[in-house]
Nanobody, 123 residues
Framework: QERLVESGGGLVQPGGSLRLSCAGS????????MNWVRQVPGKGLEWVSN????????YYADSVKGRFTISGGDAKNTINLQMDSLKPEDTAVYYC????????????????WGQGTQVTVSS
């Protein structure tokens, strides 16, 4: 059974930091692009960041560039999202999303989502 479990969300003041973690199981983690995606209630999904299958390339949305850092976790089959200099507009449910691509296909052949973790930035 494929599974992604996020942790680390919570309430933080503006300017503060949080670290989210995502643990995967039931699939070959290293074959997947690992993503963080967020959603504000009533709004669509916003892609935040991802890391490639080799773990050596990372990408960020302009809205978080320079403040968020995605990385492989210390534990096997985990990734982290270090979020610094948090702003109220970062408030959202953050989802971990795994995508497997065949060759040069643009659409993933397989994809899995976590259940999400709430991040609230407020004074």
């Amino acid at each position: 059974q494929e599974r992604l479990v996020e942790s680390g969300g919570g309430l933080v003041q503006p300017g503060g930091s949080l670290r989210l973690s995502c643990a995967g199981s039931g699939f070959t983690f290293s074959d997947y692009w690992m993503n963080w995606v967020r959603q504000v209630p009533g709004k669509g999904l916003e892609w935040v960041s991802n890391i490639n299958t080799g773990g050596d390339n990372t990408y960020y949305a302009d809205s978080v560039k320079g403040r968020f850092t995605i990385s492989g976790g210390d534990a096997k089959n985990t990734i982290n999202l270090q979020m610094d200099s948090l702003k109220p507009e970062d408030t959202a449910v953050y989802y971990c999303y795994a995508a497997y691509y065949r060759g040069s296909d643009h659409d993933p052949a397989y994809e899995y989502w976590g259940q999400g973790t709430q991040v609230t930035v407020s004074s």
